[in-house]
């Protein structure tokens, strides 16, 4: 675990995330010719030229500190990381997806972290699951066991078999998960590309997932663009929140442009949609790869975030890389004044967005 390259990959991962998720925020829920016609995604526009990020940089981190206290058993960690979604909701973020916000409200109400995640083909378990292919890069057992520890807390197909390897009908927040953990893993691992679909491709059960990797596969073979790509799976005004849509395109965008973070992440926010979710596990993926020395410096030192900041998301990854079992400290009091500034800034962005691009 102390390996100097792991090392990077674990902070690439981390960064990758955070500048993912704060490039692609302004943009969120907006179409791909609004998107073009506000030339977002270029550099960070939330707040006077600087970058927040969102849940989903948020999730990455309490999933990655509980991963540092509990390496070796997925249930506890499993247990950890829902007692920081409960005191997570209370400082009310200003962002929560539904199936989220029902399973941390089990939580509170008495459900187990086991049976606490609700059914749902949502992106949220997916968003923060590339840390867990970093950390367990060698081992394939752990990988899947921790991932799918992470997703059923949240989110669960009740159909499945806890001892299966998602041989169900359509557990497709699952097998999302299981995708980008792989992915990340195989970055990290710089797995040559004539074995990343295959070692993909085995990860797929779902009708969706089966359809878009497919045309994945032949848009590679024929370069497509990023965009084109996300036309051809059905998602011309905007990548959505279904899991299999988000996780396809983080996938194409990061083997179309692999090894070049910036332009990976550029061409998913462009497309519209959910971007802050798909630019965070683009860049999850292709941080783990390309590690800090390939993320833009200008977009890691745009972020202008707080208690939790880019030298907190440093210090995550140090404890992560070194086995290190404490949950690195930030001033949890001012979390909730920070989500209320967040929701204010978010809310003058809704404002932005009635009036003309320029």
Known sequence: MNSSPQKDAILGCLLGTAVGDAIGLPAEGLSRKRVAAMKLGEHHRFILG???????????????TSLSEHRNNPGAMQSTLGWKLRWWLLALPAGVG???????????IGFPAAKAGVYSAGN???????IIGVVFDEDGSKRQAFALAACRLTHRDPRAEESALLTHRDPRAEESALLVAEAASMAARLVPMHEVLPGLEKLIISEEMRVRFAELKTALSTKKSVRDYVVAIGCGYGVSGFAPNTVAVALFAWLRHRGDFETAVRSVIQCGGDTDTVAAITGAICGSETGEAGIPRAWIDGICDWPRSVDHIRRVADALASEHRR??????????????????IVILHGF???????
């Open 124 to 130: 949220g378990a997916a968003m923060r699951s590339a």
């Open 327 to 344: 949950d690195p400290r930030y001033f949890w009091p001012a979390v909730p004044l920070r989500n209320l500034l967040f929701l204010v």
């Open 98 to 108: 539904l199936s989220t916000a029902k399973a941390i409200l089990r939580l509170w």
């Open 352 to 358: 932005r967005r009635m009036l003309p691009p320029y």
């Open 50 to 64: 600087h970058g927040m990020f969102s849940d989903d940089t948020e999730h990455t981190l309490m999933l990655a």
